[in-house]
T-cell receptor, first 114, second 116 residues
Framework: AQSVTQPDIHITVSEGASLELRCNYSYGATPYLFWYVQSPGQGLQLLLKYFSGDTLVQGIKGFEAEFKRSQSSFNLRKPSVHWSDAAEYFCAVGVLNTGNQFYFGTGTSLTVIP | NAGVTQTPKFQVLKTGQSMTLQCAQDMNHNSMYWYRQDPGMGLRLIYYSASEGTTDKGEVPNGYNVSRLNKREFSLRLESAAPSQTSVYFC???????????????FGQGTRLTVV
């Protein structure tokens, strides 16, 4: 069965520091991979996505992620965090089957210290 | 372009009451989904509809029913609400398929439901 693991429940970083959020997935083939961000009381907004091609993908708000097939990982990075990046981050896998389903990790909550 | 619209945004129900959450998308997507979000559990799929006229159970379907009214609309019904159904509910749509034309899941703003 497909699964998505985000091992870090909560991360705290200082403003201006670099950030890496981890995501591992379990899926037999190359999946479709996504990172979403959710601000308090809001819906989910797409940060970036990977379908194929270059394994380093750029997203909005200065985020990037790297697909590593050998590690079944799709980690999210940002060189310099801003206070407005404080939010919940979700990694997701899209699976092409009869239902075309999306599987989500449990999320990582990011706190940014001034 | 409204995207995915959910109604209502907030709702309080008494145990045993019923209600329907409405969802509509204007992106001509074939697939639509209902998720619930609970603290520490991420998003769990309740039901999904791969295309108009089809619906299937997801991970946590018990206590819910759905209707894919047409390509635009996908409703979620709680027949007899229970406190365990207190959650935030999200509707989403997508056009996930192989090759070009893939899209991510687009989400509504959520319905915050409390069952007392």
């Amino acid at each position: 069965a497909q699964s998505v693991t985000q091992p870090d429940i909560h991360i705290t970083v200082s403003e201006g520091a670099s950030l890496e959020l981890r995501c591992n997935y379990s899926y037999g083939a190359t999946p479709y991979l996504f990172w979403y961000v959710q601000s308090p009381g809001q819906g989910l907004q797409l940060l970036l996505k990977y379908f194929s091609g270059d394994t380093l993908v750029q997203g909005i708000k200065g985020f990037e992620a790297e697909f590593k097939r050998s590690q079944s990982s799709f980690n999210l990075r940002k060189p310099s965090v801003h206070w407005s990046d404080a939010a919940e981050y979700f990694c997701a896998v899209g699976v092409l089957n009869t239902g075309n389903q999306f599987y989500f990790g449990t999320g990582t909550s990011l706190t940014v210290i001034p | 372009n409204a995207g995915v619209t959910q109604t209502p945004k907030f709702q309080v129900l008494k145990t045993g009451q019923s209600m329907t959450l409405q969802c509509a998308q204007d992106m001509n997507h074939n697939s639509m989904y209902w998720y619930r979000q609970d603290p520490g559990m991420g998003l769990r799929l309740i039901y999904y509809s791969a295309s108009e006229g089809t619906t299937d159970k997801g991970e946590v379907p018990n206590g819910y029913n759905v209707s894919r009214l047409n390509k635009r609309e996908f409703s979620l019904r709680l027949e007899s609400a229970a406190p365990s159904q207190t959650s935030v509910y999200f509707c989403a749509s997508s056009e996930l398929r192989g090759g070009a034309g893939n899209t991510e899941a687009f989400f509504g703003q959520g319905t915050r439901l409390t069952v007392v």
